[in-house]
T-cell receptor
Framework: NAGVTQTPKFRILKIGQSMTLQCAQDMNHNYMYWYRQDPGMGLKLIYYSVGAGITDKGEVPNGYNVSRSTTEYFPLRLELAAPSQTSVYFC?????????????FGEGSWLTVV | GESVGLHLPTLSVQEGDNSIINCAYS??????FIWYKQESGKGPQFIID?????DKRQGQRVTVLLNKTVKHLSLQIAATQPGDSAVYFCAERKAAGNKLTFGGGTRVLVKP
C-alpha cells in the first residue's frame, strides 16, 4: 500500500495561473480531505468528500474547487492563483466515522504563488 | 466560534525530562480529541486520541488528559527524546463528516 500520495511535492505559480494538486489513496477509503497549513499554524480544512460524487466545503474553500469522480482520487483545483494561497497542502483519507488514528495524511505539497 | 488553541508556541525540554503540552478547546460537541506530531517537511502523524467521555488515556510514553470542566487537553511525553522534537497539534473531531479542527501547534525542542 502506498497510502495517500500527493503530487507535485513543490510548485511555484505566478499570480493568475491555475493548477491542480493531485491526491490518490489506495486504501479504499470513502472519506477524503484537503487541508492547507500556513507557516506556524494548524491545518485548516478546505474541502472534503464522503464518497465518490459527493463533495462539501470546509472552513476555507474560497479560491479552490474539488471533484471526486472515483473513490481513489480527489484533486484540488486552483483556478486563479493568488499570493494568499501560498501554503502547504495536505490531502488525507479515512474510513467512515473513524477516530483520529485512522485518518491518514499525505506528505504535503508546497505551493508558492509569486 | 468553534476553535481549538494552544497556550505555548515553543517548549524547550532537556532530554530525559517529561514534556507537557497544553491545549484549550471551545467546542463541547466534539467526540474525540487527538494529538498529532508533525516533523519538518512531513504530514501530521497520529500520536494518541481520547474519547470525549474519558479523562485520561495512556500510550507508549505518552498520556493524554482531558478536563471537560475547563475545556482543557494536555499531552504528556515521558522521558523526552531527541526524536520527539517536532510540532505538536491538538485537534478535535466531529463525527459528522469525520472532520478535524486543528489548533495552532506547539514546537517542542529537545536539548541534549
Amino acid at each position: 500500500n502506498a497510502g495517500v500520495t500527493q503530487t507535485p511535492k513543490f510548485r511555484i505559480l505566478k499570480i493568475g495561473q491555475s493548477m491542480t494538486l493531485q491526491c490518490a489513496q489506495d486504501m479504499n477509503h470513502n472519506y477524503m480531505y484537503w487541508y492547507r497549513q500556513d507557516p506556524g499554524m494548524g491545518l485548516k480544512l478546505i474541502y472534503y468528500s464522503v464518497g465518490a460524487g459527493i463533495t462539501d466545503k470546509g472552513e476555507v474553500p474560497n479560491g479552490y474547487n474539488v471533484s471526486r469522480s472515483t473513490t481513489e482520487y480527489f484533486p484540488l483545483r486552483l483556478e486563479l492563483a493568488a499570493p494568499s494561497q501560498t501554503s502547504v497542502y495536505f490531502c488525507a483519507s479515512s474510513v467512515q466515522a473513524s477516530p483520529g488514528n485512522t485518518i491518514y495524511f499525505g506528505e504535503g505539497s508546497w505551493l508558492t504563488v509569486v | 466560534g468553534e476553535s481549538v488553541g494552544l497556550h505555548l508556541p515553543t517548549l524547550s525540554v532537556q532530554e530525559g525530562d517529561n514534556s507537557i503540552i497544553n491545549c484549550a478547546y471551545s467546542n463541547s460537541a466534539s467526540d474525540y480529541f487527538i494529538w498529532y506530531k508533525q516533523e519538518s517537511g512531513k504530514g501530521p502523524q497520529f500520536i494518541i486520541d481520547i474519547r470525549s467521555n474519558m479523562d485520561k488515556r495512556q500510550g507508549q510514553r505518552v498520556t493524554v488528559l482531558l478536563n471537560k470542566t475547563v475545556k482543557h487537553l494536555s499531552l504528556q511525553i515521558a522521558a523526552t527524546q531527541p526524536g520527539d522534537s517536532a510540532v505538536y497539534f491538538c485537534a478535535e473531531r466531529k463525527a459528522a463528516g469525520n472532520k478535524l479542527t486543528f489548533g495552532g501547534g506547539t514546537r517542542v525542542l529537545v536539548k541534549p
